[in-house]
């Protein structure tokens, strides 16, 4: 087998700087081994990946991310609100009231507050798109310097930064600029109806579970049911987020349950000893 070392080829997959080697054999097929591997039938590069290590889909996990942290402060302040009102009363006609109260109120601030963010945020990027685009028709030899700049700036010898600003030119000028220099895709700009109501929607369902808890056992048990429940919900929601986040579970889970069991008891006591002086 002969090893031709090819020029070195920087290949920017998910962010990142590959360097690979060209291994063929004598006969112009791609070589065995772990490097003949990577060359596919057209001896053109194939790059591996990591199969437990995330290379793009970041928006994805984003939205992850926040549909969790959404069904936790539906839990949370729901819970936090009915087992309130059942330190002073267990009664259902209050606690179901209050509960469903929190519950709307909840999802529809989420989503008002969520929809004002992320419109926000597609309005600059909408004005940063559309200077990126003036730019690029009135010198568009500035903008072409200042790319190549980028990539030399990132470790890639000139001559080379050069060649990639070119070949990504000619390509799509506008998405090599957008991607280079404000790490944009104009095609996945932020969507505020669909931030609104998948955070109305996280809240909704994580509400769900303590306003169902207080409600539907035998007045005796609604409080010992309902913190039971939240705290085995925090607990999962807990370990989904360190799992999102690629971090230990144990911490996360372990913080997530004393801020609830606090949170509990607090509101509890607030409950009971208001509800025992206006009684």
Do not use: C
């Amino acid at each position: 087998m002969l090893l031709r070392r090819g020029a070195r080829i920087a290949g920017r997959v998910a962010g990142r700087s590959l360097i690979g080697v060209h291994v063929v054999r004598s006969d112009g097929k791609p070589g065995t081994g772990a490097l003949g591997r990577w060359m596919n039938m057209t001896n053109e590069p194939v790059w591996p990946t990591h199969a437990g290590e995330p290379h793009g889909g970041a928006s994805n996990l984003n939205w992850l991310r926040a549909g969790v942290l959404g069904a936790n402060d539906g839990i949370v302040s729901v819970a936090g609100l009915v087992v309130g009102v059942a330190g002073a009363t267990t009664d259902r006609g209050p606690l179901f009231i209050a509960g469903t109260a929190g519950l709307v109120a909840g999802a529809v601030s989420m989503a008002l507050g969520e929809y004002v963010s992320v419109s926000t945020q597609r309005d600059s990027e909408h004005a940063l798109l559309a200077k990126e685009k003036q730019e690029l028709e009135e010198t568009p030899g500035q903008e072409f310097q200042e790319l190549a700049a980028i990539y030399h700036a990132k470790g890639l010898q000139p001559a080379t930064a050069w060649q990639v600003a070119k070949e990504l030119t000619e390509h799509d000028v506008l998405a090599a600029h957008l991607d280079a220099e404000l790490q944009l895709d104009p095609d996945d700009l932020a969507n505020p109806w669909q931030a609104a109501g998948a955070s109305a929607l996280s809240f909704t369902l994580g509400a769900l579970l303590p306003l169902l808890a207080i409600l539907l056992p035998p007045p005796a048990w609604r409080v010992p049911v309902t913190v039971v429940a939240v705290l085995v919900a925090l607990g999962v929601t807990g370990a989904l987020s360190a799992r999102i986040g690629g971090s230990p579970p144990k911490r996360a889970v372990i913080r997530v349950l004393i801020g609830g069991a606090a949170g509990l008891a607090i509101t509890y006591a607030i409950g009971h000893l208001f509800g025992t002086a206006i009684a």
